[in-house]
């Protein structure tokens, strides 16, 4: 990405197709192209017994790109990414 480009930190969920958004893992720059909603079973411990309870996330995928060669597929996981992240403004 040049340096033209203003950009903003945004929560993951805020994050659409189309958005160009900053890899937390490895630096790269990506435009999402899909997401997939997904739920899981998490196990929550309590003084009077266990609970499951089932949680939402949602998966980006998008392809790296370094100039204009896709350089790798790139997948963020909202289970593992937490805080903000780095989104490219749109003008």
């Known amino acids: 990405m040049s340096s033209e480009h ?5 929560p993951l969920a805020k994050i659409q197709e189309g958005d160009t958004i900053q890899d937390p893992e490895s630096g790269q720059w990506f435009t999402v192209t899909r997401t997939a909603d997904g739920t ?3 196990t929550q411990k309590h ?3 266990d609970t499951m309870v089932i949680e ?7 392809d790296e790109r370094q100039g204009e060669q896709v350089d790798s597929r790139c997948i963020i996981d ?5 805080g903000l992240v780095t989104r490219q403004v749109r003008e």
């Open 47 to 49: 003084s009077d017994g």
């Open 56 to 62: 939402g996330y949602r998966v980006y995928y998008g």
């Open 6 to 10: 203003a950009t903003e930190q945004v």
């Open 78 to 82: 909202s289970r593992s990414t937490k």
């Open 40 to 42: 899981t079973s998490v």
